[in-house]
T-cell receptor, first 108, second 115 residues
Framework: GIQVEQSPPDLILQEGANSTLRCNFS?????LQWFHQNPWGQLINLFY???GTKQNGRLSATTVATERYSLLYISSSQTTDSGVYFC??????????FGAGTRLFVKA | KAGVTQTPRYLIKTRGQQVTLSCSPI?????VSWYQQTPGQGLQFLFE???????NKGNFPGRFSGRQFSNSRSEMNVSTLELGDSALYLC??????????????FGAGSRLTVL
């Protein structure tokens, strides 16, 4: 099956700093999503981005499907950005595979 | 419109018991998928249903089962509970017609503790 690797596993930032989270996947996919899980466990969909670039406020994402990776950019980080960021992919079989996540802590 | 609703939110069971969790998807969504989240194994796919049919399943023992009703609501059942089944169980709904366009919306989860 498809393997998903996320890096870095942990990230500590000062408020206002920028960061880049990476997601590598082992096979072609037709679905890629980024999620943020808050401290209460709720998963929020940030982007649906199987290819190309999207932006939503301080967040943006880029997926290069031919090279099998996706990047999530967080600019001017805030304490509320803390949590775990997951990349999830599907290869066409209605089975979504999650990476292990990047745990982000933003210090005030 | 209402989001994905999971019940119960918290529950405690003892080894050997069984448990049933419920998931009501967003109105109009016909796909429901289930995931288990544990500190050691992360988020793992359990199964996915569309129009009452299971389209895919993960690598879990037969003690884990699910079903979907005609109104798209779904239940999952775990029989003969083990300590290792303690986890956050998450349900997601999506329109579901094609894998490529399946944007998942998650419920708040059901946190199961097995003693």
């Amino acid at each position: 099956g498809i393997q998903v690797e996320q890096s870095p596993p942990d990230l500590i930032l000062q408020e206002g700093a920028n960061s880049t989270l990476r997601c590598n996947f082992s096979d072609s996919v037709n679905n890629l999503q980024w999620f943020h899980q808050n401290p209460w466990g709720q998963l929020i969909n940030l982007f649906y981005i199987p290819s190309g670039t999207k932006q939503n406020g301080r967040l943006s994402a880029t997926t290069v499907a031919t090279e099998r990776y996706s990047l999530l950019y967080i600019s001017s980080s805030q304490t509320t950005d803390s949590g775990v960021y997951f990349c999830a992919v599907a290869g066409g079989g209605f089975k979504t595979i999650f990476g292990a996540g990047t745990r982000l802590f933003v210090k005030a | 419109k209402a989001g994905v609703t999971q019940t119960p939110r918290y529950l405690i069971k003892t080894r050997g018991q069984q448990v049933t969790l419920s998931c009501s998807p967003i109105s109009g969504h016909r796909s429901v998928s289930w995931y288990q989240q544990t500190p050691g194994q992360g988020l793992q796919f359990l199964f996915e249903y569309f129009s009452e049919t299971q389209r895919n399943k993960g690598n879990f023992p037969g003690r884990f089962s699910g079903r979907q009703f005609s109104n798209s609501r779904s239940e999952m059942n775990v029989s003969t509970l083990e300590l290792g089944d303690s986890a956050l169980y998450l349900c997601a709904s999506s329109p579901g017609r094609s894998s490529g366009a399946n944007v998942l919306t998650f419920g708040a989860g059901s946190r199961l503790t097995v003693l």
